[in-house]
Nanobody
Framework: QVQLVESGGGLGQAGGSLGLSCTAS????????VGWFRQPPGKEREFVAA????????YYGDSVKGRFTISRDNAKNTVYLQMNSLKPEDTADYYC?????????????????WGQGTQVTVSS
């Protein structure tokens, strides 16, 4: 089993920055990659970013590329999502997820473990 806990959500200003963290515990040796998804109010869940746990290779959704940065600290079992140049449309519940498959990192059903989520609100 893998447990994921997100932190760092809250209120941000348009044009500003927020940082999210996802800390994993349990059988973390089974993690192949970690991703972030978000779900704005009344909208579908959207892929944000993912990182390969061992190599550090990253993947980004088109809506956040160039603004958000994902990274990981294996020693701390933690993945970070640095969100810069925030927009009101970034307002959403953000979820951290971990998976064991190297394929289809942009699809939520590729992930086996999910955190409870953290809310991000961006005001204009």
């Amino acid at each position: 089993q893998v447990q994921l806990v997100e932190s760092g959500g809250g209120l941000g200003q348009a044009g500003g920055s927020l940082g999210l963290s996802c800390t994993a515990s349990g059988r973390t040796f089974s993690i192949y990659f970690v991703g972030w998804f978000r779900q704005p109010p009344g909208k579908e869940r959207e892929f944000v970013a993912a990182v390969n746990w061992s190599s550090g290779g990253t993947y980004y959704g088109d809506s956040v590329k160039g603004r958000f940065t994902i990274s990981r600290d294996n020693a701390k079992n933690t993945v970070y999502l640095q969100m810069n140049s925030l927009k009101p449309e970034d307002t959403a519940d953000y979820y951290c997820a971990a998976g064991s498959s190297p394929l289809r990192v942009k699809y939520s059903n590729s992930y086996s473990y999910w955190g409870q989520g953290t809310q991000v609100t961006v005001s204009s």
